[in-house]
C-alpha cells in the first residue's frame, strides 16, 4: 500500500503557473499508475492527467492537454503536475490517486484505490 499526499496549490492569476507535487510513501510506489483528478464545487470529479508506472505514457483530459504535464520521479516517489496558462475554471481542489492494476492512463476514478487528501487550486481572473 501506498500513501499520497499532494502539494503545491495556492492563488493564482490566470495565465500563470503552478506545479503540483504527488509523493508517495512505500516502496512499491514506482509499480503505481497515478492520475490527477480534480473537482470543482458542485460538479463530477474530473480526470487531469494520467501516467504509466514507468513515466514513458501519459494522457490528459481535453481541457487541459497542452496546458499541463504530468511527470514523475521514481526515485524521489513523486508524481508532478505542471500547470501553466491557468484559467479561471481550472480552480478546483486536485487530487492524485493510484493504483498497480489500473490501466495506464484510465480517466476512471472508481478504478484508483489510493487517494492523496487534496490540494486547492484558486485562479482568479
Known amino acids: 500500500q501506498v500513501q499520497l499526499v499532494e502539494s503545491g496549490g495556492g492563488l493564482v492569476q490566470a495565465g500563470g503557473s503552478l506545479r503540483l507535487s504527488c509523493a508517495a510513501s512505500g516502496r512499491t510506489f514506482n509499480s503505481y499508475n497515478v492520475a490527477w483528478f480534480r473537482q470543482a464545487p458542485g460538479k463530477e470529479r474530473e480526470f487531469v492527467a494520467g501516467?504509466?508506472?514507468?513515466?514513458?505514457?501519459?494522457e490528459y483530459g481535453d481541457s487541459v492537454r497542452g496546458r499541463f504535464t504530468i511527470s514523475r520521479d521514481n526515485a524521489k516517489n513523486t508524481v508532478y503536475l505542471q500547470m501553466y496558462a491557468l484559467k479561471s475554471e481550472d480552480t478546483a481542489v486536485y487530487y492524485c490517486?493510484?493504483?498497480?492494476?489500473?490501466?495506464?492512463?484510465?480517466?476512471?476514478?472508481?478504478?484508483?484505490?489510493?487517494w492523496g487528501q487534496g490540494t486547492q487550486v484558486t485562479v482568479s481572473s
Open positions: 490517486a493510484g493504483d498497480p492494476r489500473v490501466v495506464p492512463g484510465s480517466p476512471l476514478d472508481y478504478e484508483y484505490d489510493y
Open positions: 501516467i504509466s508506472e514507468s513515466g514513458d505514457f501519459t
